[in-house]
Each structure stands twice: as C-alpha cells, then as structure tokens.
C-alpha cells in the first residue's frame, strides 16, 4: 500500500498581509503549525513535507510534529515551494500527494477525507465551495461579460493528487514557462480531469489581517458550538 503524503507550503512573503503571515497567530498559535496539527492528528496522511521560507528555522518544526520528513526550503513562486515539497518526498512508496496553504489554518478532518478519497478515485480532486457573489470579466474598466456564477466554484486546500500525475504537471510547467495559481491549473493543462468535492466554508485562507480576525471567530464559534 502507497503512503499519502502532505506538503504544506509557507513559503510566501505575506505581501499582502503586511508581512511573512504564516508566523501571526491565531489562538496563540503560529498559522504555519495549525495545518501542521491538522494533518499530524489526520490517521491517513502518513507523511509531511513543510516548505518554510529559507531563512525561518526548521528544526523545531520536525520535533513537535512526528510525521514531518523534511523541511524544505520554497522558491519565489507558489509552484516552486511545492515542487521543492515534493521533491523531498519517495516517488516509489508515495500514492496521493496533498498540497495545502500554510494560509488555511481551520481544516478539517472531513475535508482531508473526502479530497484523498476523491484522489484516489480520479487521479486529482480539489474542494470547492459556491461564488456568493456575481463575477464579471472587466477589461479597461469596463465589464467584458458576467459569468454565469452557477457554473463557478472557489477553489480551497488540500488539493489531491496521484504522486506520478503531479510530478507530471510540475516538469511541464517548468519546461514550458507555465506559472499557475494552483497545482490543479498545472494539471488541467496536461488535459488531465480533476475532480471536484465539497469544499468547507470555514476553511479560509488568510490573505488580509481581516482574515485573521474572520478565523479567529469561527474557532471561537466552533469551541463554543454556537
Ligand atoms: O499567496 P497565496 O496566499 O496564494 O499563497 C498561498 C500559500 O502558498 C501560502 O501558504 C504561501 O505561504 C504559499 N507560498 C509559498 N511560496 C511562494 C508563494 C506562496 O509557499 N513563493
């Protein structure tokens, strides 16, 4: 039986939060190791791989959390850091590799569930969760067309993929140039299908200090059951 295997990538520089994000805490607790809990207590995923920044320590890191292999150093695009996460991981005894934002602190177990199990199934799976409100394509400050919000989804963390296909996806990006927002785009280019789950509303991504005060009140909520 192939092992599953999460990366966890924290390796950006916060931008838009103001700073390196993924070390503000939440419940007095650095972001970064919320999802490494959450994928330590997960009873499926046997191995991770945290992609820090290459200046923050690691060694702490690989100490508290047993299931942490590596901590490897990110590059200066999203798909660099998961392929330096990746590249740490045995390609032989590695079934389904889970990517996830260091930037989502509150998944569940559920979600890891059902994205793995959908992984295992179709070769790529990704949560998503409906568009509240209308988009429209804008072009010059101008509204090219509105897009049927029906049809679009948000698309979250963890991510699943067979180890081979996302390897696959990540050469081929690098080969030809390609960058892309998530590890599914690279995929889709390969014109491989991915498959869709229900994703988690609670399972924000922390972007902005609002952000963080949003998932501080939805951990409070969720503690209190109101
Ligand atoms: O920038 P964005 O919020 O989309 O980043 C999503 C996740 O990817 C974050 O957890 C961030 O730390 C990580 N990332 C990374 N290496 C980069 C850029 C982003 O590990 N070069």
Redesign the pocket.
């Known amino acids: 039986m192939k092992r599953t295997a999460a990366v966890?990538?924290?390796?950006?520089?916060?931008?838009?939060f103001g700073g390196p994000?993924?070390f503000a805490l939440l419940g007095g607790r650095p972001l970064v190791e919320w999802s490494c809990a959450a994928f330590q207590a997960h009873p499926r995923v046997e191995d991770i791989i945290l992609?820090l920044p290459e200046t923050a320590a690691g060694a702490e890191y690989l100490r508290r959390f047993p299931k942490i292999r590596a901590v490897a150093a990110?590059?200066?695009?999203?798909q660099?850091?998961?392929a330096a996460g990746v590249s740490r991981l045995d390609e032989r005894r590695t079934g389904v590799i889970l990517v996830h934002?260091?930037?989502?602190p509150l998944v569940s177990a559920g979600l890891i569930d059902r994205v793995i199990e959908a992984a295992e199934k179709r070769g790529a799976a990704v949560p998503a969760v409906p568009c509240r409100d209308t988009l429209k394509e804008i072009d010059g400050g101008r509204v090219v067309r509105t897009l049927d919000r029906g049809r679009l989804g948000r698309v979250q963390t963890p991510q699943g993929f067979a180890s081979a296909l996302l390897r696959r996806a990540l050469a081929a990006a690098s080969a030809e140039g390609i960058s892309g927002?998530d590890e599914a785009a690279l995929v889709e280019r390969l014109g491989e299908e991915v498959a869709v789950v229900s994703g988690d509303p609670e399972n924000i991504?922390i972007?902005t200090p609002l952000d963080l005060i949003a998932a501080e009140a939805i951990r409070h909520e969720n503690r209190t059951g109101i």
């Open positions: 966890i990538v924290a390796a950006g520089s916060g931008a838009r994000k993924q992609v990110g590059g200066p695009r999203r660099d850091s998961v934002d260091g930037a989502r927002t991504k972007t």
